[in-house]
C-alpha cells in the first residue's frame, strides 16, 4: 500500500522546523516529501494538523513476566498506539529480572505476539539486578538486548559495577542507570525541604542525586563506558552533567515527563498517584531541568511508565507503590511545555524520538526519507478532561486524573499500518 499524507502540519527534529508539507508512505518507509500523490495511493487528509515521528518511549515497566496483571504485552502496546508512542523500550525490572538470554527471548516473543507496536527490551547489567554479579552482557547483545540497566536498583558495590561498566565497553554495550545515593534514598518518600517536613514524610536530599551521578561519572570515565542517566530531575546535578559533556565523555541524560510537569506540591494530602521515583521535585528544580533539556544538556523525555494496581496505591503514603501510568498522557503532559512557551514541538519530538531513537541505534525518531514510517497524527490544542478509568492500560494510577489537559492523537502508524484512529 501507498499512502499520502496531505494538508500536514509537519513536525521535524531532525530539521528543527514546522512547517506545512505532505508525506508519502511506501512499503513501510518514507518514499518522499512534498511531492505529488503517486498514482493510486491512498490519501490521509491530516486537515492541518500536526504529523510527527512516532514516540521513542524509553524506560516502559510491562507487567510480563511475573505482573500480568499490572500491564500486559497486549495493554501496553493499546496503550501506546492510542498516545502515540510507536517504539517502546521495556525494562528488565521484571519478575523474574530479564537478566539472561532465555527471558529475553521469551518476552520478546511475547511482545511480537501480542503488541501493535514496536518493543525491544533492555536486559539486566547484573544478575537478579542485585549489583554483585554482572550478567552474561554477550550472550543478551545477541539474543537483542539494547541496553543494560538495573534501573532502580542502584549499585552499591562499586568494584563489581567497575567490572561490568569495563565489559559492557569492550562490547559496545550501552549502560543506562539511576544516578542515586543507594543509602541516602533508601525508604524516601519525598525530597527534602519544608514541604516534607510540614507532611512528615521521610525524604532524601536532592544532593543524593547529584552524588549518584558523580560517582557514576567517574566510573565511567575510568571505564570509558557509553552511559546514560536515565533521570536527571534536581538543579544539583547539572553541573556534573554539563562537565562530563564539555570532557568528552560518551553520556547522555533523560528526564521524567512528570517531573518536567509536576512539582512536589502536587502531592497535596498525601495523594499517593504523586508518589514516584525519584519523588517529585522542588519548583526550581523543575525549571532547571527545563532549561537543561532546552540547552540540550538533557537529551531525552521519557514516561517512566509504572503500573501499579489499586491494591498497592490505596495505603498510607510512605507505603504505597511508587509509579504512574502515562503512555496515554505523554504527549498531552508534554503539550504543558508547549503551551507554555518552554520547548518547541520540533524540540519536544527531538527529546521524545529523535534523540532516544539515535542514543539506541534506532532508525525511528526523523521525517527522512528511507526512514521507517512510524508516524503520529495529532492535535496539540484540542481540549480535554483526563479520565483515568478511560485509559487502556490495566493499571490506572495517573497523576493527571480529572486534569484539564491539551492535545490528542488522531492516529498513529507503525511501519505505515495504522494501529490507532481516535473515535470520530
Known amino acids: 500500500m501507498i499512502l499520502h499524507f496531505l494538508n500536514a502540519r509537519l513536525i521535524d527534529p531532525e530539521a528543527d522546523s514546522d512547517s506545512p508539507g505532505s508525506l508519502t508512505v511506501e512499503a513501510g518507509v518514507i518514499s518522499a516529501r512534498d511531492a505529488k500523490a503517486p498514482k493510486g495511493a491512498t490519501l490521509v487528509d491530516c486537515g492541518g494538523k500536526c504529523l510527527a515521528p512516532g514516540i521513542v518511549d524509553w524506560g516502559v515497566?510491562?507487567?510480563?513476566?511475573?505482573?500480568?496483571?499490572?500491564?500486559?504485552?497486549?495493554?501496553?502496546?493499546?496503550?501506546?498506539?492510542?498516545?502515540?508512542?510507536?517504539?517502546?523500550?521495556?525494562?528488565?525490572?521484571?519478575?523474574?529480572?530479564?537478566?539472561?538470554?532465555?527471558?529475553?527471548?521469551?518476552?520478546?516473543?511475547?511482545?511480537?505476539?501480542?503488541?501493535?507496536?514496536?518493543?525491544r527490551h533492555?536486559?539486566?547489567?547484573?544478575?537478579?539486578?542485585?549489583?554483585?554479579?554482572?550478567?552474561?552482557?554477550?550472550?543478551?547483545?545477541?539474543?537483542g538486548a539494547i541496553a543494560f540497566s538495573d534501573v532502580f536498583a542502584v549499585a552499591s558495590d562499586t568494584k563489581a559495577l567497575s567490572r561490568a561498566l569495563t565489559y559492557a565497553r569492550s562490547l559496545g554495550a550501552l549502560v543506562v542507570m539511576h544516578p542515586q545515593d543507594p543509602g541516602l534514598s533508601k525508604g524516601a518518600a519525598t525530597t527534602s525541604g519544608k514541604f516534607a517536613s510540614l507532611k512528615g514524610l521521610p525524604a532524601v536530599s536532592a544532593l543524593a542525586e547529584r552524588m549518584g551521578l558523580e560517582r557514576d561519572l567517574a566510573l565511567v570515565e575510568m571505564t570509558g563506558a557509553r552511559y546514560h542517566a536515565d533521570q536527571i530531575t534536581t538543579a544539583a546535578a547539572l553541573p556534573a552533567l554539563?562537565?562530563?559533556?564539555?570532557?568528552?565523555?560518551?553520556?547522555?541524560?533523560?528526564?521524567?515527563?512528570?517531573?518536567?510537569?509536576?512539582?512536589?506540591?502536587?502531592?497535596?494530602?498525601?495523594?499517593?498517584?504523586?508518589?514516584?521515583?525519584?519523588?517529585?521535585?522542588?519548583?526550581?528544580?523543575?525549571?532547571?531541568?527545563?532549561?537543561?533539556?532546552?540547552?540540550?544538556?538533557?537529551?531525552?523525555?521519557?514516561?517512566?511508565?509504572?503500573?501499579?494496581?489499586?491494591?498497592?496505591?490505596?495505603?498510607?503514603?510512605?507505603?504505597a507503590a511508587p509509579g504512574a501510568v502515562a503512555l496515554e498522557t505523554f504527549l498531552p503532559a508534554a503539550m504543558r511545555l508547549y503551551h507554555g512557551g518552554h520547548l518547541?514541538?520540533?524540540?519536544?519530538?527531538?527529546?521524545?524520538?529523535?534523540?532516544?531513537?539515535?542514543?539506541?541505534?534506532?532508525?525511528?525518531?526523523?521525517?527522512?526519507?528511507?526512514?521507517?514510517?512510524?508516524?503520529?497524527?495529532?492535535?496539540?490544542?484540542?481540549?480535554?478532561?483526563?479520565?483515568?478509568?478511560?485509559?487502556?492500560?490495566?493499571?490506572?494510577?495517573?497523576?493527571?486524573?480529572?486534569?484539564?489537559?491539551?492535545?490528542?492523537?488522531?492516529?498513529?502508524?507503525?511501519?505505515?499500518?495504522?494501529?490507532?484512529?481516535?473515535?470520530?
Open 61 to 119: 515497566k510491562i507487567g510480563e513476566p511475573g505482573e500480568r496483571h499490572r500491564e500486559s504485552f497486549r495493554s501496553a502496546g493499546l496503550a501506546a498506539a492510542a498516545g502515540g508512542v510507536t517504539t517502546l523500550i521495556a525494562r528488565p525490572d521484571t519478575t523474574p529480572a530479564i537478566d539472561t538470554p532465555e527471558v529475553l527471548e521469551f518476552v520478546t516473543r511475547r511482545a511480537r505476539e501480542s503488541a501493535p507496536v514496536r518493543i
Open 122 to 143: 533492555m536486559a539486566a547489567l547484573t544478575k537478579g539486578r542485585d549489583g554483585r554479579e554482572m550478567t552474561e552482557i554477550g550472550f543478551l547483545l545477541d539474543a
Open 242 to 319: 554539563a562537565r562530563a559533556k564539555t570532557a568528552g565523555l560518551d553520556v547522555t541524560a533523560g528526564t521524567s515527563i512528570h517531573h518536567l510537569t509536576l512539582n512536589e506540591f502536587d502531592v497535596g494530602d498525601y495523594r499517593t498517584f504523586f508518589k514516584l521515583t525519584p519523588p517529585l521535585r522542588s519548583e526550581d528544580d523543575r525549571q532547571a531541568v527545563i532549561a537543561a533539556l532546552a540547552e540540550g544538556t538533557i537529551d531525552v523525555i521519557a514516561s517512566f511508565h509504572t503500573p501499579a494496581d489499586e491494591e498497592s496505591k490505596r495505603l498510607p503514603f510512605e507505603d
Open 344 to 424: 518547541t514541538l520540533p524540540a519536544l519530538f527531538r527529546a521524545m524520538a529523535l534523540n532516544p531513537a539515535r542514543r539506541l541505534g534506532l532508525p525511528q525518531g526523523c521525517l527522512t526519507e528511507g526512514a521507517p514510517a512510524d508516524l503520529v497524527l495529532f492535535d496539540p490544542d484540542a481540549p480535554f478532561q483526563m479520565d483515568r478509568f478511560a485509559l487502556r492500560s490495566k493499571s490506572k494510577n495517573t497523576p493527571f486524573d480529572g486534569a484539564r489537559m491539551e492535545g490528542k492523537v488522531i492516529g498513529t502508524w507503525v511501519g505505515g499500518t495504522r494501529v490507532f484512529a481516535a473515535e470520530g
